[in-house]
């Protein structure tokens, strides 16, 4: 067989993973980083899962949203959202087909790893004023150290005012820090693994040092505790009701020369939630009911009434098929989502904790994971080839660069989306997102191209391209 033969033989049945660079269309270039802008500057306002939430609707009123109240009258091609919890968000825009042939419907959540503060949190020890915190969602305690902090979220009083509370977002705010331990004294604590060296009532952070000026105990913390009743009118009883989290001190940047990544705190999975967001913004007069769903708790198991384990996306749909004389279960069984979450991107610097021949790597599209869990695949929907298959189609024919991922080595670890939970509705599911490099940590990176791969996708599939 001549070598001319055998080349072409090889690449007609071979499957060789490109770089989406090399296949994208020269006019997207510019939409590229038409999104990517919007997305950092969307990011910056949306750093705790209500701000996020806040601006999502903002976003769709603007785009001719209306509140969802029960009974309204509804016609294809109306838009309507409810977002009753402040810390999730369900979009819809109204098909030209009956719910009884199904939604579709892409499923994100907006909540990401921090350091949330204990319902007591403010102390004085030794002159030093802390905040005491409890993690929430994966992190490693470490990277939360010596790294300045904002403090975002709302406080609840007695008589039901809520208070939002922000600071160190403005340029001229001050910051809050935890103290690391500097190299000359830390010989015992780098003796030990990285969990026993770093626990997590360790992570308190700095909040002040000039005392009050009247004499007595605790002066540290009462001059701290004026501050805040000065500014936020708050006693310290009112923390016990508050909802109040320490996020990194740090905007979306451009990462790399060639200016191609987005380096932020909160892609995973903010970044979904947006590409999702906007897709279904754009969206027109649809042929099937698209359904955008951004919920909370994702990190934590998705649980409570704002986590995709809630009645609440049942409820909101629900009210729609009765508004068409439709059976919910009926409709679930005629549905396919993408359930956007982001993925694991192969690096090169740790190559022995990825199986590189199933491993999606930043800058070649989108991730596709048929199934994620742990181990034996457990805590996984796991998509079968025929739900595989209608997302090949869908993301081919929008000429979305795609590509399948694996969250790691088999025995290594693994991670869950919000699919499983679509998927006990039977609803026809399979994770569809962004590859993401360090995920979980302060600052994450990912490829614009990736983030623009993504919104065509879900956009597709709202639009049955």
């Given amino acids: 067989m001549k070598k001319e033969e055998r080349t072409e033989r090889c690449k007609r049945l071979f499957y060789t993973p490109k770089s989406a660079f090399d296949v994208i269309d020269t006019s997207d270039a510019d939409a590229v980083e038409t999104l990517s802008s919007s997305y950092k500057d969307f990011l910056d306002g949306s750093k705790t899962e209500r ?3 806040e601006n999502a609707r903002v976003m769709a009123e ?3 949203f209306r509140p969802y109240r029960r009974g309204m009258e509804l016609s294809p091609g109306d838009k309507v959202y409810t977002d009753d919890n402040n ?3 369900m979009l819809a825009v109204i098909g030209k087909n009956s719910l009884d042939e199904g939604l579709r419907v892409m499923a994100a959540h907006c909540d990401s790893p921090r350091l949330d503060l204990k319902p007591n949190p403010l102390y004085e020890d030794e002159g030093q004023a802390f905040f005491k915190t409890h993690y929430y969602g994966g992190v490693k305690k470490y990277q939360w150290l010596a790294t300045p902090l904002e403090l975002h979220g709302v406080i609840t009083k007695k008589d039901g005012t809520v208070i939002e509370v922000q600071v160190g977002n403005d340029p001229y705010d001050p910051v809050l820090v935890i103290n690391d331990l500097l190299p000359h004294l830390s010989a015992e604590i780098s003796k030990k693994t990285i969990g026993e060296g770093f626990s997590g009532e360790g992570l308190n952070a700095l909040v002040g040092i000039k005392p009050d000026p009247d004499e007595g105990d605790n002066r540290v913390k009462l001059a701290v505790m004026q501050w805040l ?10 923390f016990l009701a508050a909802e109040l989290s320490l996020v990194p001190a740090q905007n979306a940047r451009d990462v790399g020369f060639d200016r191609s990544m987005i380096g932020a705190y909160g892609h ?15 969206t027109e007069n649809p042929q099937y009911t698209a359904v955008c769903v951004i919920v909370d708790k994702e990190e934590i198991g998705s649980e409570g009434v704002s986590g995709m384990k809630s009645m609440r996306f049942d409820t909101f749909i629900g009210d729609l098929c009765r508004s068409q004389d439709v059976e919910l279960r009926h409709c679930y069984a005629k549905s396919l989502c993408l359930s956007g979450d982001v993925c694991n991107a192969y690096d090169p610097n ?5 199986d590189k021949r199933n491993n999606a790597k930043i800058g ?12 034996g695949k457990s805590g996984s929907s796991d998509a079968s080839c025929e739900t595989m298959t209608r997302a090949r189609r869908l993301l081919d024919k929008a000429k979305v660069k795609w590509q399948v991922g694996e969250m790691g080595k088999v025995d290594l670890g693994g991670g869950g989306t919000v699919a499983v939970f679509l998927a006990q509705r039977n609803i026809e599911v399979v994770d569809v997102g962004i590859p993401v490099l360090s995920m979980h940590a302060p600052f994450e990176v990912i490829a614009k191209i990736d983030l623009f791969m993504c919104y065509k996708a879900y956009y597709a599939l709202f639009n049955e391209i």
């Fill in 51 to 53: 701000e996020c939430v």
């Fill in 62 to 64: 603007q785009w001719g």
């Fill in 87 to 89: 810390k999730d968000i």
């Fill in 229 to 238: 009743h000065d500014k936020y009118g708050v006693v310290e009883e009112d």
């Fill in 268 to 282: 995973d999975d903010r970044c979904c939630s947006f590409a999702g967001l906007q897709a279904i913004l754009e």
């Fill in 350 to 354: 740790y190559a022995d904790a990825h």
């Fill in 364 to 375: 070649y599209g989108l991730g596709v994971f048929k199934y994620t869990g742990r181990g």
